[in-house]
């Protein structure tokens, strides 16, 4: 029973950085942008939580500077694509290059330092109960933060004329435009919303999973997070799902190992990885079935007319 708990409970805190990033991009993706640079977005909401936690002793100012950190580089990413309509592929591409350097040099000086970790909240009587409670009432308030915000934006993009909208523009910007919608502005919204949550999943790193900042420590959590948007079908019940699933592979790596199994390393490190190409592969390989999850204007540049 120890041992099936261990298991789960990693499962979930593996999920909890990723469960961030990939609710931000399902939101860019629904409005028709295609932003690559979440690996981007992540590590320099990490630094930022970091530092600013280190300097201030406040964990809030820490996740409140990462997500504004993240939502800073997501409309650095506005500017280059929407106001300039570079393209959204090498646009993302080298805002995930300048957020691992800019990251590297701003955390120079922070490297080997510890910061106390973010407390967990511990629900009286709850958190007591075999099995249920140290799975579900014994966790910090980003876990709860992060399940807060994807029903929070499944409810939104279903419930609103504002999240009706969002997806209105994403689906054929031109007809939206038509008829007076903002496409440029409502992108925009959703490019920092994006950013900031994905700078959130960077501050879960740092803050509370492993309170310390070590270069490139996202390790390809941002592109596992654009591979569980495409396997979810752009919807977020099913990007919880995602979440987990991937989270789940990153942990089996971790008990593979302690268990004895004679597996090299290097193999296991690769297992993340192996299955977000996979995923790719296999929704590549049916692209009728995909071409009609994904937005209609998803990657395409918009040109207002008059």
């Known amino acids: 029973m120890e041992l099936a708990v261990n298991i789960i409970l990693g499962m979930m805190l593996a999920a909890t950085p990723l469960l961030f990033a990939a ?16 690996e981007g977005m992540m590590v320099i909401g990490a630094v930022a939580g970091f530092i600013i936690t280190a300097e201030s002793g406040s964990h809030l100012a ?5 997500a504004i950190a993240g939502a800073a580089m997501a409309l650095l990413f506005g500017l280059m694509t929407q106001v300039l309509l570079a393209n959204q592929v090498a646009s993302g591409l080298a805002l995930t290059i300048f957020g691992l350097g800019l990251s590297a040099l701003l955390g120079s000086g922070y490297s080997g330092f510890s910061i106390p970790a973010l407390p967990r909240i511990e629900i009286p009587l709850l ?31 279903t419930r609103t004329r504002a999240g009706l909208i969002l997806k209105a523009v994403g689906e054929n910007h031109d007809a ?13 919204l959703a490019l920092a919303w994006g950013g900031a949550l994905a700078g959130l ?16 420590m996202t390790a390809g959590r941002g592109w596992i997070a654009l591979a569980i948007v495409v396997f979810a079908g752009w919807r977020p019940t099913r990007a919880l799902l995602g979440a987990y699933l991937f989270g789940g592979v990153t942990i089996l790596q971790l008990h593979v190992q302690g268990l004895g199994i004679a597996i090299p390393s290097q193999y296991l490190s690769m297992l993340p990885d192996l299955v977000t190409i996979a995923v790719r592969v296999a929704i590549a390989a049916s692209p009728p079935r995909a071409q009609l999850r994904a937005p209609g204007s998803l990657g395409r540049t918009f040109h207002a007319q008059g």
């Open 23 to 38: 609710t931000g991009e399902l939101v860019v993706e629904r409005a028709g942008v295609l932003n690559l640079g979440v």
């Open 62 to 66: 820490g996740i409140l500077g990462a």
């Open 127 to 157: 958190a007591d109960i075999p099995f249920f409670g140290p799975l579900l009432f014994r966790h910090e308030p980003m876990f709860y933060l992060s399940i807060a915000l994807l029903l929070l934006t499944g409810w939104f993009l």
């Open 176 to 188: 939206a435009h038509s008829i007076g919608h903002p496409v440029v502005l409502i992108r925009m």
């Open 201 to 216: 999943g960077g501050a879960y790193l740092s803050i509370a999973r492993t309170p310390l900042w070590s270069e490139e």
